[in-house]
């Protein structure tokens, strides 16, 4: 364990050699910049610099993230819940004329009245069965949301415009629900218009795996128009028969967990986060860590902008009480109080500015005396 001068250290430290050297040089040490320095002071410089506190942090962090990872998932407290359905295509090609059809037709007489939000995320109900709806943007620059989308999605919904055909982001869409294994109905929409061609669309989809059943496959096809809602409660139908073929369950019982859809600051309330619950039961009071943030749940509303007081697995709902804005597909936790749920968002806040500073190298204790 030989070799490192100062000016080694100086660069793993990201610091300039000067510095280290009058650092140094005001802890009783003479050095110049080529000069090996030994275990013992680089220790003492490295924990001046606070890496030793980094290593802590880094440690409380792992800790959260085991929390994550560790579903304990009770089979008998395991209940029916309704399917996460993702909405995918490329751009313009009906996606949110889909859900905005919906959400028109599926005002039942009790929530009338309620203002309707977009909130990317909705709750659709036939024959008394819910089913949810995430929203995705089409345009090519939102790949990761796609990508996140189709990860916390049970099945995807592709819908292609039959007067454009397979595009770009169709194909983008087919592979991230591949990717996720997840199951896809297509969707081929726009029939109403002239010039469609849904005939053509199934051609080119069945280049991608995506067989029609009249064509020997097993995939769904449903012919509709999302502008007029032609054919739409059959693709509804056809999306519960898929579920019931999963057979999603959930443990409405266990600290809620689950992920951010979209978030961002509205002037007068903070942070306004769209969440999904995966598992669990979240409820208003909750102490929270959501990505690196933390706070306790102060209001949470349902897409038609109601008060709710719980939220139970496959539940879109939108929360305030954080202390910052999280990021989309940011995973959320519900902690013992909220002392523990501040020192785990602080810390992996923390880590994640260490990973801007440093973006380069993280620099631990460990890596730097593994490069001597
Ligand atoms: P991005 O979110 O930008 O990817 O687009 P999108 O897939 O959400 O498309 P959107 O629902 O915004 O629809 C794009 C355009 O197509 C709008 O002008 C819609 O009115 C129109 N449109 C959507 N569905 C239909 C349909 O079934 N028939 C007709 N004629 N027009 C439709
Ligand atoms: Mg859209």
Redesign the pocket.
Known sequence: RVGMNVQDLAKLLHRDATEIIKKLFLLGVVTNQNQSLDEDTIEVLAADYGIEAQQKAEEDVADIDRFFDDETIDEAALVPRAPVVTIM??????????L?YLRKTNVTAGEAGGITQHIGAYQARLNDKLITFL?T???AAFTEMRARGANITDITIL?V?ADDGVQPQTIEAIDHAKAAGTPVIVAV?????EGANPEQVMNQLMAYDLVPEEYGGDTIFVK?????GQNVDQLLEMILLEADVLELKADPTQPARGSVIEARLDKGRGPVSTVLVQQGTLRVGDPIVVGNTYGRVRTMTNEKGHDVEAATPATPVQITGLNEVPLAGDRFLVMADEKTARAAGEARAKRAREEVRNASSVVTLDTLFNTM
């Open positions: 295509g490329h751009v313009d090609h009906g996606k949110t004329t889909l905005d929203d943007p089409g345009h819908v415009a929409n726009k029939i109403d218009k509709i128009s999302a502008k007029m």
